[in-house]
């Protein structure tokens, strides 16, 4: 009379987990929506600041990174490059995306041609992370 069976519990975990999944995807959705936003507010476009992050890496001269942030005293995203070890983290700026320009980075596959190597990067660049740190950022 007042047993469950192993079938209604199996379908009430189904039921929890897909009603979770919902929920991750659309908490997911309103991060990356926000990034984008923020992203069209600072650069103007996606692509502007797309634009704008492959000049800095390009332009970076020897051993480095380039970097998109947040910074914590405005609400806007900047692209910044440092060299060598210097780090933003000891500042106000929190970092949503780094790529590596140090030559050992891209030299393997693409020799000295950083430029093709940035397009390429743009492939792997972990939007969810990004979308988490700006959350995170405030």
Request: hydrophobic share 45%.
């Amino acid at each position: 009379q007042g047993e469950i069976s192993l079938v209604k519990v199996q379908m009430l975990l189904d039921e929890i987990e897909r009603r979770a999944a919902a929920e991750i995807e659309a908490d997911l959705w309103a991060r990356l929506a926000k990034l984008l936003d923020t992203l069209k507010a600072s650069f103007g476009s996606v692509e502007a600041f797309r634009k704008r992050f492959n000049e800095v890496a390009t332009r970076h001269f020897a051993s480095g990174w380039a970097f998109l942030v947040a910074d914590s005293t405005t609400p806007t995203l900047k692209v910044l490059s440092l060299p060598d070890h210097q780090c933003v983290l000891d500042t106000h700026e929190t970092v949503l995306l780094v790529c590596d320009v140090w030559e050992h980075a891209y030299y393997l596959k693409h020799q000295n041609r950083r430029a093709e190597y940035l397009d390429r990067w743009w492939a792997v660049a972990n939007w969810q992370e990004a979308a988490h740190r700006l959350d995170q950022a405030g």
